[in-house]
């Protein structure tokens, strides 16, 4: 059984451009988190999606930013006209149910560099 | 606003010690609390949990205590082995149980284990 599955694990964007990151869940799992983790900081929740509904999207920034989980395929963040300030590493984690106590698994990552 | 706050950004231990993994929080609403491990360019995993109505909940080498009144728990490794180096991160959902994806993570503290 896959785990949570993440692409790409690393991605260089130039200031400007747009940032595309997916995740795929692990099988059975219609719940997906994703968090950022900034240099020297803990991750930080950005928003929670079922299939095609975003459920709280509370960490989100309010410009340039927008997930999506549609019915057939990956998860997807996308970050517009990136900066350098949004370099971190980017976790998704995907959950059976959202009150699953222990049971969210958390993907290996996507390193995001902007130059 | 840090709610889940690991003041020790670093410990060093040698192997066969115990190692003693700090953590305070400020939201008293808070009524689960998770211990998650990270080593360097992968996710983190769950490592242990415990629920508010405990003050201790113990895995093989791993105890988590907690001290509600004090809005402290720690995390007991004992013994500790070199293979326990890494990244620790404590977390905890909203209270309710009503989205256990949406964590709130401290900073982490960076274990390292010496042969």
């Known amino acids: 059984n896959a785990g949570v599955m993440q692409n790409p694990r690393h991605l260089v964007r130039r200031r400007g451009q747009e940032a595309r990151l997916r995740c795929s869940p692990m099988?059975?799992?219609?719940?997906v988190y994703w968090y950022r983790q900034l240099p020297e900081e803990g991750l930080k929740f950005m928003v929670y999606l079922q299939k095609e509904n975003i459920i709280d999207e509370s960490g989100m920034p309010k410009e340039r930013f927008s997930a999506e989980f549609p019915k057939e395929g990956p998860s997807i963040l996308r970050i517009q006209q990136v900066v350098r300030g949004d370099s971190a590493a980017y976790f998704c984690a995907s959950s059976p149910q959202g009150n699953s106590g222990n049971t969210i698994y958390f993907g290996e990552g996507s390193w995001l560099t902007v130059v | 606003d840090q709610q889940v706050k690991q003041n020790s950004p670093s410990l060093s231990v040698q192997e066969g010690r115990i190692s003693i993994l700090n953590c305070d929080y400020t939201n008293s609403m808070f009524d689960y609390f998770l211990w998650y491990k990270k080593y360097p360019a992968e996710g983190p995993t769950f490592l242990i949990s415990?629920?508010?109505?405990?003050d201790k909940n113990e895995d093989g080498r791993f105890t988590v205590f907690l001290n509600k009144s004090a809005k402290h728990l720690s995390l007991h490794i004992v013994p500790s082995q070199p293979g326990d180096s890494a990244v620790y991160f404590c977390a905890a959902p909203p209270a309710g149980g009503t989205s256990y994806g949406k964590l709130t993570f401290g900073q982490g503290t960076i274990l390292t284990v010496h042969p």
């Open positions: 415990i629920s508010s109505i405990k």
């Open positions: 099988k059975g799992h219609s719940h």
